[in-house]
């Protein structure tokens, strides 16, 4: 059981809280301990399973600090299922969860949401999509953020040098449609699944393009945006995530085009010559080999494409991942917290 | 006024652990020195150095160069048992 901290009111509790470094730097919701129980009775946990470990900080984490973390991000406990998966999919050795959280490189967690879940809790997944106003998005990914930098002690080690404002939250859902196969189908679950996946990420690049017809002009376009040489991606073999607008999305479909084909499209396009790329004196990574041409990513899975945003406008998202496939993956995690954690 | 206000803390909190420092050497003569290299640019470089001086100073029973795989994920099991054997390590970041 966590420490008990008396306090005189709420506000105390917040200002308590700034002194002791356990925020953001914007007021956190005290997490008393009849909220922290709310969430745990939500996932039907006791707060002593234990949820993983983070062994470069001989860190471990339960169920409770989970809770009492997503209370102080603002979190409705109906959230709670989504942070846990969340937190399990980070925490899976694959995530690599040290690196991406405290590296100079500044990555943030993205954590896309797949399924019946989506609707169940008011997620976002059409206008302002990576921007305010939706609880459920702001929360989950400020939850998830609290738990690797609060009661995963990663504020003690992080060395970000920029960063980006997806380091507060960066919590998106896919809008998915019967005729787009949504991410976590093609990851291998079923539509009626609920699943949260992570991606240790860069900043998001804005993709405007109000003018093509089709969608190779389309994509050349998204291509373009994608191979900047002073990216992870254009260095190592690293994943991206490219969410595709309602607009940019129609203009894909008319013509027929299937997820995998647009895959395939960027995978072929969204490359530079090796000769230019060392003409500006970035190393490239020796597992790249001796290939004439760097690709955005190693294979056509690899670009992760996701619907989301508003309807109207053409501007969809390209967001670059941190370091290499050697480092952090992308973890898809199915949504279902009442058999999760170890005792 | 009420009674106070209880909340409760959400970092991790100090865990009673089995582990302790390790022992500190006066001297490496006669050791078994381990260096880890994190696999960050030059940290071979960095570390080859200080493995030099070392020499120069101390006489190494052997020492045990160990590469990472990369610098972002700990150390392997397989890496830990070949740390034990020795009486010191030096790990170092190269950036």
Known sequence: MSEQIALNDPLEAMEHFFMMGWTDGLPVVPPTPEKVEAMLKE????????????????????????AINAVMAGCLPAYMPVVLAAVQAVLDPAFGVHGPTVSTGGAATLVIVNGPIIQQIGLNSGKNLMGTGHRANLTIGRAVR????????????????????GKISFCIAEAEREDWEPLHVQRGFQRTDSTVTVFASEGPNQIYNHVATNPEQLLLSFADRMTPFSTFNMQRNTQCVVVVCPEHLATIQKYGWDKTRVQQFLFDHARRPRADLEKFGFPVDSALGDKDWITVAPSPEDILLV????PAGSFSSYIPGWASKDQSIAITKPISAADCGDT | MAGPFIVLNPAQESTVSSEKTANRLTTLDDKVLAVVNNGKRNSDVILQTLLAQLQQSYKLKDVIWIDKKNASLPVTDVMLEQLQSCHAVI???GD
């Open chain 1, 43 to 66: 996932v039907g946990l006791t707060g002593s399973e234990i949820m993983g470990k983070i062994a470069e900080r001989n860190s471990v984490i339960t169920s409770e600090k989970v």
């Open chain 2, 91 to 93: 790990a170092g970041v």
């Open chain 1, 307 to 310: 619907a989301g945003g508003g």
């Open chain 1, 146 to 165: 609290f738990v690797l930098q609060i009661a995963g002690a990663g504020s003690k080690f992080d060395q970000t040098t920029i960063g980006h404002p």
